[in-house]
């Protein structure tokens, strides 16, 4: 858009109010030029320009690391034991996370796998066997950036019952 010869600029009436005569280029009030109707418009380049172009790309990075993150799998397998603790929880992000409890020998001290669940019909799955002996047959995502995909780098994608009566 043109400006006519008598526009003034947001500097010229900065500077009229403070009593300032500096121009933008000697360390003065940026410059901006009043469009028709008395919207003010910028008219010069600032570092407001180049902060926002800063946050976008690294936006984008951030997105497409987490992105990357959790469509490469590092380690995928099996874990056998009882499921004792499942819960949904989180403050933003409602995760899906449990413990399973490894025994290899009754009367050992359980080891746990602390594990994350994603999907909700695994989430229901993994609710209806509840004290059976179950695997969870898991996905490992390394480097996830953030909790919101759940607690931990292992996520449960099925679930296998382990019939008791088979076991030695």
């Known amino acids: 858009m043109a400006s006519s010869p008598t526009a003034r600029t947001f500097h010229d009436e900065v500077a009229e109010i403070l009593g300032r005569d500096k121009t933008p280029e000697q360390g003065g009030i940026e410059s901006c ?8 418009r910028r008219s010069g380049s600032g ?10 790309w690294g936006a984008i990075l951030f997105g497409l690391y987490t992105w990357a993150t959790l469509s490469w799998i590092y380690s995928t397998g099996e874990r056998a ?10 403050w933003i992000c409602k995760t899906w996370e ?5 025994v290899t020998i009754p009367g050992t001290m359980p080891e746990k796998f602390l594990f994350s669940v994603r999907a909700d019909p695994v989430a229901e799955t993994i ?14 995502h390394k480097g996830v950036p953030t909790s919101c995909f759940g607690d931990t780098e292992y996520f449960v994608t099925g679930v296998r019952v382990i019939d008791e009566a088979k076991v030695p």
């Open 98 to 102: 449990g413990e399973l409890a490894m």
């Open 33 to 40: 030029q009043q469009e028709e109707g008395g919207r003010w």
């Open 47 to 56: 570092s407001n320009g180049s902060s926002q172009s800063f946050y976008s």
């Open 81 to 90: 034991g009882y499921v004792q603790k499942f819960s949904r929880r989180g």
């Open 127 to 140: 609710t209806r066997t509840l004290g059976r002996r179950v695997a969870l047959i898991y996905d490992q």
